[in-house]
């Protein structure tokens, strides 16, 4: 069975940081790009991060930039969002999620939108 | 930063014909993907790559795209397809995931 369970989400205190982690299960992990979703309390989604098969490349929602880095583990089928200096905005319930891929015109491989998400993991940030 | 536009709210009777839509100035170029949410749930892809539908979606659900706009319709919309949809696409790069607002859908 394909499956993604998140973890290591919890309250912390602003300023403080935390590292969540993803394991993955069911299917090649290293054949796809993966991204981070958030989802504040009764708020839409909110894409936040996305790194390749490879994790030669990354991208980040400007609202994370500088603060966020995305990796990932292929050997032990893993992907990981460190967070640092965390704000009462960053409150919300985060997901991780396998990207599908498709090959533009050029040839290149690009990643589209998620197929497989996880249950997600709850990260409070309050004083 | 790059956004996508969708309605807040659409309604139907059952057995009626649901259209979501979804805007943005990369559509032309980037597809665009279709998640439906329910209460409580993680997100469930129900188009992919514009019209494209995953196994497991039911053949009511199909996916369009002309010009800046993709559109989700729910043909013989029941109960049951009741939540919020979000579309997804990337900016011109293809690197930046953008999510639009979400339409919530009301069949009653």
């Known amino acids: 069975e394909v499956q993604l369970v998140e973890s290591g989400g919890g309250a912390v205190w602003p300023g403080r940081s935390l590292r969540l982690s993803c394991a993955a299960s069911?299917?090649?992990?290293?054949?796809?790009?993966m991204s981070w979703v958030r989802q504040a309390p009764g708020r839409g989604l909110e894409w936040v991060s996305g790194?390749?098969?490879?994790?030669?490349?990354?991208g980040y929602a400007d609202s994370v930039k500088g603060r966020f880095i995305i990796s990932r583990d292929n050997a032990k089928n893993s992907l990981y969002l460190q967070m640092t200096s965390l704000r009462d905005e960053d409150t919300a319930l985060y997901y991780c999620?396998?990207?599908?891929?498709?090959?533009?015109?050029?040839?290149?491989?690009?990643?589209?939108?998620?197929?497989?998400w996880g249950q997600g993991t709850m990260v409070s940030v309050s004083s | 930063s790059y956004e996508l536009t969708q309605p807040p709210s659409v309604s139907v009777s059952p057995g009626q014909t649901a259209r979501i839509t979804c805007s943005g100035d990369?559509?032309?170029?980037?597809?665009a993907y279709w998640h439906q949410q329910k209460s409580g749930q993680a997100p469930v892809l129900v188009i992919y790559?514009?019209?494209k539908r995953p196994s497991g979606i039911p053949e009511r659900f199909s996916g369009s795209s002309s010009g800046t706009m993709a559109t989700l319709t729910i043909s013989g919309a029941q109960v049951e397809d009741e939540g919020d949809y979000y579309c997804y696409s990337t900016d011109s790069t293809g690197y930046l995931g953008v999510f639009g607002g979400g339409t919530k859908l009301t069949v009653l």
């Open positions: 790559e514009d019209s």
């Open positions: 790194i390749n098969w490879s994790g030669g490349r990354t």
């Open positions: 999620a396998r990207a599908t891929y498709y090959y533009n015109s050029d040839g290149y491989r690009r990643d589209g939108g998620a197929d497989i």
């Open positions: 069911g299917f090649s992990f290293d054949d796809y790009g």
């Open positions: 990369a559509l032309p170029k980037k597809y």
